[in-house]
Structures are given as C-alpha cells and as structure tokens.
C-alpha cells in the first residue's frame, strides 16, 4: 500500500489485493510445475530433495532482505513446495494411467 492503512477494513483491503496477486503467481507457477513433470523421469526427481532445502534456503534469503521474517518465509514455501508435489506426483499418475 503506497499510504498508511487507516482502519482495519484498509488493512483487509491490502491483504485482500495481495492474495489476488498470489493466486495468479501460483497459477502461474503451477504451469510451469506441469511443464516440468514431462522432463521427469520418476518420482525421486519430482521430489528432488536438494533442489527443495536450495529453493528454500534462497527464499528465506530473500526474505531477509525484503523484511519477511525467514521462518514464516521457510514455513510458507515448505507448504507451497509440498502442495506443488503432490499435484506433480498427481499428474504423473494419471498420465501413467492413460498410457
């Protein structure tokens, strides 16, 4: 928000327009989370355990820097990252069934 919020219901406001903007990055994300199933050969590489603990150490980097405190970052991109694979993990499964 470019000015101070006022009230609570301005404060809802902001949250509520930055939730917006969330859902449509996720959206974007997940297509290229789909993208990236067709370039994996099995469920290890879907889960790509050291590709997590580097994306997350470099969210919680980031964070730092921006004023996000680096464990709601780490928490947050946990949650995003498990939720991603279980939809990868999904769609791989269905794929394999339609085969």
Known sequence: MSTSP????DVRAGIDAIDA???DLLARRQELVRAAAGFKKDEQAVRAPDRVERVVAAAKAKAAVAGLAPEVAEAVWRAMIDAFI???????RRQSSLD
Do not use: M, N
Not at 6 to 9: N, V, Y
């Open 6 to 9: 006022r009230s609570l219901d």
């Open 86 to 92: 279980a939809l990868e993990l999904g769609e791989r």
């Open 21 to 23: 903007e969330l859902v």
